[in-house]
């Protein structure tokens, strides 16, 4: 499962370097924190914290995806 979430964060990281859109970062980083909390066993202290970490940059994402706040924005 974990080879699932670094190729995702691979992917991301590659679209990231071609767009430099930085509403990328935190799908990025919660694609890496969730590789390395299933690099470990689910009762393992690392695991848990590297899921909130996972969790916390997945609200960090909700705000930069709203709809209404993207229509807003002036075009470049």
Not at 48 to 61: H, K
């Amino acid at each position: 499962m974990s080879g699932f979430y670094v190729a995702a964060a691979v992917a991301t990281l590659l679209h990231w370097l071609r767009m430099k859109d930085r509403r990328l970062l935190p799908l990025l980083f919660l694609f890496t924190m969730m590789a390395a909390a299933h690099s470990f066993e689910w009762w393992h202290q690392w695991h848990y914290a590297f899921e909130l970490a996972a969790i916390a940059c997945g609200l960090a994402l909700l705000p930069l995806t709203d709809r209404r706040r993207r229509r807003a924005a002036p075009r470049p």
